[in-house]
Structures are given as C-alpha cells and as structure tokens.
C-alpha cells in the first residue's frame, strides 16, 4: 500500500503549508514549502549540499564499517565462549548506556579536530548494540544444533560460516538496521561540535545565518538518506539471508 505513504507526506504538505501562512511568523522563522524547495535547489546546484552530504556519508562509513567488523566476531566470541562472556559483559553494559554524545568533549581531546572524533563517536553508537545483539543471536541457537555439528566433526570454519553466521543472520541484520539508524543521528549531533562539514554542521551554521529553510533543507535530506540507507539494509538482510541459507544447506 505505498500509496498510504504518499498520502501521509502529502498531508504533511498540506499541514505545513497551512502552518506557514497561518502561523503568522516570516519566512525567516518558518518557511513555506515552496520556499525550502527552491533554496534546497540552490543548495544542489552550487555543491554545497553534495558537499555536506558526501562528508556525513564517509563519516557514517568509516566508523559503522569499523564497529561491525570488530563487534560482530567479538559477539560470535562472547557467545560461544563463557568465561569471555562473564568477564567482558559487565564492562560491555556498563559502557553501553553511555549516550556517545558524552564522549564529545574526550573526543576533541583526543582526536583534535575533523572526522576522526565523529567516527570515533559513530563506532562507539554502532559497537555496543551490535556485540550485544550478535552476542544474544549465537546464545539462542539450539545447543542441539552444535551436537549434530559435532557429530559431523565440523571445523572451527565450518561452525562458523555453516552454522553460526546462518543462524544469527536475521538477528544480525536487524541489529544492523538499528545501529545504522543509531549512527547516522549521532554523526549529525557529532557535526554541530567537532567538524566543519557535514549535514550537522551545514544546519548548525544555516541557523547561525538565520537560514531557517537551509536548516530544513538539511533535515529533509537527513530523512531522506535515513529511509534509503533503511532500505538499503533491509535490501542487504534478504539478500544475506537467502546466500547463507543455501550455503548452509
């Protein structure tokens, strides 16, 4: 029923476009549609948004890669191993409440100014959710299953990439959904402080300048790529699940 979306914004439209003339506040305050649309066009033809855009995108990239290549083996090493699991988990908790938005000021100070703060702050978003989640998928596989692989002497690849990795997968991706999610709003709140690019930066600089419709711009695309990259992941999961399904078989 995609319809049903596209009935949904529409009336966005139409509220915010009633707002707008009725709310009795300028344009400078709160713009029009039409207004944010062309200035989203400006932003697009002169590079800046491309700019903006492309540097949000490596930012995610760099740390959400570097979180899932590190927290998915590790949660596949918690799972299976005991001992690891109780001596790490405590520290793994109690980390991982801490919102990354705290880690700010330890950040600059550590990593200077530029992107290795923001991706630095968007793995720590990512590591967490995904060693905790893979952690849980590997510890909810039947233990009946690990006895057959026994029985068939798997090696310690073949319970990896026959049996583990097909189990968890579904689990996995969801996590992944989520944590990219998770990345991309702190890679904006990360932009406001520590960089000078960026879809974050673009919108804390717009308000500075009293450009209420870049700062919309800004939210628009923000929402755009996040139901793109939700997309692209739900995309990902099928595909990842349909491979290691018949790899496994």
Same mark, same amino acid.
């Given at each position: ?15 915010w476009e009633v707002l707008a003339r009725c709310s009795g506040w300028s344009t400078q305050i709160f713009p029009d549609p ?6 989203? $066009? ?40 005991? *001992? ?23 950040? !600059? ?25 893979? *952690?849980?998928?590997v510890q909810n596989i039947p233990p009946t299953f690990f006895q057959v692989a026994a029985n068939f002497k798997f090696s310690?690849?073949? !319970?990896?990439?026959?049996? $583990? ?13 989520? *944590? ?11 932009? !406001? ?9 673009? $919108? ?46």
């Amino acid at each position: 029923m995609w319809w049903l979306g596209v009935l949904s914004f529409t009336l966005i439209l139409i509220a915010w476009e009633v707002l707008a003339r009725c709310s009795g506040w300028s344009t400078q305050i709160f713009p029009d549609p039409l207004t944010v649309v062309l200035s989203l $066009i400006e932003l697009i033809r002169n590079g800046t948004l491309i700019r903006h855009t492309v540097a949000s995108l490596f930012r995610v990239t760099a740390g959400y890669y570097l979180a899932v290549l590190l927290g998915v083996p590790l949660g596949i090493f918690l799972g299976r191993i005991w *001992t690891a699991r109780s001596f790490f988990n405590p520290v793994i908790h109690f980390l991982r409440p801490i919102s990354p938005l705290a880690w700010i000021p330890l950040a !600059m100070l550590w990593f200077g100014i530029g992107d290795p703060p923001a991706v630095f702050l968007i793995f720590l978003a990512s590591f967490f959710p995904m060693v905790v989640s893979t *952690t849980i998928a590997v510890q909810n596989i039947p233990p009946t299953f690990f006895q057959v692989a026994a029985n068939f002497k798997f090696s310690r690849k073949e !319970m990896i990439t026959r049996l $583990i990795l097909p189990a968890i997968i579904p689990e996995v991706v969801t996590a992944l959904r989520l *944590t990219i999610t998770i990345a991309w709003l702190v890679v904006v709140a990360a932009e !406001m402080i520590a960089v000078q690019s960026g879809l974050g930066y673009l $919108i804390l600089d717009s308000r500075n300048a009293l450009r209420m419709d870049y700062v919309m711009d800004g939210m628009i695309v923000i929402g755009l790529i996040g139901l793109v990259l939700d997309y692209l992941m739900k995309r990902l999961g099928k595909i990842e699940s349909a491979r290691w399904g018949s790899s496994a078989r």
